[in-house]
């Protein structure tokens, strides 16, 4: 196991309103919890353990039962995730036209291996599942964009756009 | 109503969008505008047309001119040449409907990649705007829904569907009309639901993708119908979180039918009532599991139960559920619409109607396909997908993806149905077409499966949990060249043991791809073991790079790009590779201008 970074939770008076107003949104829902984690990542980025307690005590779930439900599923996160988010697919579409290459590159490049973020806070690492895009095969993401048809030696000029 | 002279359909599918439909759309807008035909060509973003390779691609009507990977920088032109002119700009159109010699394009259906295909659950994909209910209506939507509703009984419906021979395309093929007569006839005084399926977890697949993109009322309408014929009044719809554009259409679609009336209370004026809901997965492969999803829904860890009992009589929050994938959703508006004779009248004996096939990998017109069952693999891969570029030759067609099989070229001429891809080692699966070339390592490709299913495994049994894990460890071994010939063996026992115990379908397919490829491809394994070799040049601890005397010129370049110096040799004489020193890391091979060093 690699060593933990804790990183100081900083959120907000605004986030923790919105939170509670999606707790309360979803709060008679059958099986609210999953969606609520949904909403609260896109509200604080991750998975905090002070978002973790206040989503327990107002659905009356336990800790330990969030806890098991984020790691059982890889697209929430315990940790913050960089600036910009760098997805490679490694479906088989893409697999097999070179994607673990364009992997390699950028972790050589940046330094850090999947589930990782650079020091400064810039970029984050993901392998991801198939996005879908497999016409355009390989492919990686960097947050909303979509770079296609790459090539390892791609990698530097577009991380450089960043 | 406005009438326009001109529609111009964008693809707005996840492909095209990545390769930059959207700028297309803006630039279009602009463009009109600043030639005053904004009021008269109209621009509609469509779902997929299929043939992702060659986005942005945008069709004008009434002519039909079909333009390929068009650039924003393309549009003023097509603008003032075409749609100002007339003209149409034949430099921009997909080259295979240029018609030799003459001015005249050929209609798409004429094109080899449509010529054999037939639509049906991929009908409105590519034509119509998703995000608008009267397109839908327009071509003949919801009129399923309020035949259902107007003249059927539920009992008739579901002897509709079940005359169809409809079997379920999310991957196993049960027969679509018994699983709605099982849950017709369960006990709902405690409710009942429908459920769809839209976890495509499948690497490599992107269907369910597309329908929901392109035409998302029709899963709508088809889960309203299907609501009435067993008895549910809510459904849900379990759909990936990594497929953002597929779930706000979903959620302009639901919207815009409760406001027409088509969810909610009393629909078609009837005593009808139906609701949708959506739920998002978040990442895990396991959750397209038909009990996964459903322990998902209810908000906890996506793991499978034992069956039975079956969904159909204790599914969601223990109530009979009636759960289908989105493909199969997508046939039930047409075959009420045409009458299960004209269904059962496509495909196969036992498979009938026709299978959306995700074509990727190493082919030509990667994209989505839907041919009738019992087209042969052959006529998909060559004709349809244009074969494989670059002059390689064909290796194997994977299907099914982790569970299913990698078949090879001596079985092309296989007609694909459910029970024909099963006989030789592989399944249908939920559609996911990915074509191998000789460069690509078997070995290789049943390790990356196997890394997917020991990622994915949720780990409650311990034959998928341990079992994957161990079979991933050989696979390491011999792909590392540490491999013994028992190995192959040991796999092979392991491979059948995990199948037989495995608590769901996850960890009983998982063993398919290593299967399949031992079948086929079992002198790969072998070359792995004994001669310490990869055939394809893929597995980098088995690599050996070599020059080849009779093609090198001695120019030196390999040397001078060699990191740690391991090329030698005289100018204008053939070099040599330091096998000691060499770090496998490939440049020499890409520099080489005469493709004179080999990796195999």
């Keep these: 196991m690699k060593e933990q970074v804790y990183v100081a939770f900083s959120g907000t008076k605004e986030q923790e309103a919105e939170l509670r107003k999606v707790i309360e949104k979803y709060k008679n829902t059958d099986g609210a919890l999953i969606p609520v984690l949904h ?48 997805s490679v697919c490694l479906g088989t579409a893409c697999y097999v036209k070179g994607s673990g290459n364009i992997l390699d590159r950028i972790k050589a490049k940046l330094g850090i291996s999947e589930t990782e973020c650079t020091e400064d806070g810039k970029f984050s690492l993901d392998a991801t599942r198939c996005i879908g895009a497999c016409g355009l095969a390989p492919v990686m993401t960097i947050n909303d964009d979509v770079y296609g048809k790459l090539m390892p030696e791609d990698v530097d000029d577009i991380l450089a756009k960043y | 109503m406005d009438f326009a002279r001109a529609h111009i359909l964008v693809c707005g599918g996840t492909g095209c969008t990545s390769s930059g439909s959207q700028k297309i759309i803006d630039t279009l807008h602009e463009e009109l505008a600043a030639h005053g035909l904004d009021k008269e060509i109209k621009v509609i973003r469509t779902g997929c047309f299929g043939l992702c390779a060659l986005g942005p691609i945008m069709v ?30 034949t430099r921009l159109l997909y080259e295979e409907t240029v018609s030799d010699g003459s001015a005249e394009t050929k209609s798409l259906n004429d094109v080899d990649f449509y010529k054999k295909q037939m639509r049906i659950a991929l009908r409105n994909c590519g034509v119509i705007d998703p995000e608008n209910i009267e397109e839908y209506i327009g071509v003949d939507g919801y009129a399923a829904l309020g035949k259902v509703l107007t003249s059927m009984t539920p009992e008739e419906v579901i002897e509709v569907v079940k005359a169809s021979g409809l079997r379920g395309r999310g991957g196993a093929g049960f027969p679509t009309g018994m699983k709605w007569m099982f849950t017709a006839r369960a006990d709902g005084s405690n409710g009942k639901y429908v459920a769809c399926n839209a976890d495509e977890g499948d690497p490599g697949a992107f269907m369910d993708r597309s329908v929901l993109e392109g035409d998302p009322h029709a899963i709508i309408e088809a889960m309203a119908i299907a609501a009435y014929a067993v008895g549910a009044d809510q459904g849900y719809i379990y759909i990936r979180a990594e497929y953002p554009i597929a779930v706000s259409r979903l959620r302009i679609a639901i919207d815009q039918a409760r406001e027409y009336g088509l969810l909610g209370k009393n629909i078609f004026g009837t005593d009808f009532c139906f609701d949708l809901d959506i739920r998002l997965g978040a990442g895990a492969f396991v959750c397209g599991e038909e009990t996964a999803l459903m322990t998902s829904i209810e908000g906890h860890r996506g793991e499978p139960r034992p069956r039975p009992p079956f969904p159909a009589n204790k599914g969601l929050w223990q109530k009979p559920t009636l759960l289908n994938n989105v493909e199969t959703y997508a046939n039930i508006p047409q075959i009420i619409n045409n009458g299960a004779e004209w269904f059962n009248k496509i495909g196969t004996e036992k498979s009938k109607g026709t299978k959306v096939f995700a074509l990727g990998g190493k082919i030509k017109n990667t994209g989505l396909v839907e041919v009738p069952m019992g087209t042969t693999l052959r006529e998909i891969v060559e004709e349809i997908g244009g074969g494989i570029p670059n002059g390689k030759k064909f290796k194997a067609a994977q299907t099914g993806g982790p569970s299913g099989g990698c078949i090879p070229a001596e079985l092309l001429d296989i007609e694909i149905d459910y029970d024909s891809l099963m006989s030789i080692g592989s399944m249908m699966g939920s559609g996911g077409l990915i074509v191998m070339d000789e460069d690509t390592c078997m070995v290789d490709i049943a390790k990356f499966f196997l890394e997917f299913t020991v990622d994915e495994s949720c780990g409650k049994c311990s034959p998928c949990r341990i079992g994957t894990k161990r079979m991933l460890e050989i ?89 740690v110096g391991a090329i030698s040799g005289e100018i204008k004489s053939p070099f040599v590779i330091d096998r000691e020193k060499c770090i496998k890391c490939g440049v020499c091979m890409e520099k080489c201008p005469f493709k004179a060093i080999s990796n195999k």
Excluded: W
């Design chain 1, 39 to 86: 909403e609260a990542q896109d509200i604080y980025g991750y998975l905090p353990e002070e978002v973790q307690q206040i989503i327990s005590d107002e659905l009356h779930i336990p800790m330990a039962e969030i806890y098991g439900v984020i790691t059982f599923y890889t697209q929430f996160s315990l940790k913050p995730k960089g600036k910009y988010k760098i």
């Design chain 2, 60 to 89: 004008v009507y009434p002519e039909g001119a079909f333009y390929s990977m068009v650039k924003p920088e393309d549009i003023k032109e097509i603008v003032e040449e075409h749609l100002l002119k007339g003209r149409i700009v």
């Design chain 2, 475 to 563: 696979l390491e071994k011999i792909t590392s060249g540490r491999g013994e010939m028992e190995d192959i063996d040991r796999l092979e026992e392991l491979a059948e043991n995990i199948k037989q115990s495995a608590l769901c379908g996850l960890g009983q397919t998982a063993p398919n791809p290593v299967l399949s490829t031992l079948r086929y491809f079992r002198n790969e394994y072998i070359a792995h073991v004994r001669d310490k070799r990869c055939p394809a040049g893929v597995c980098k601890a088995l690599m050996a790079y070599t020059i080849d005397p009779e093609k090198c010129k001695g120019c030196s370049i390999c040397a001078k790009q060699c990191p």
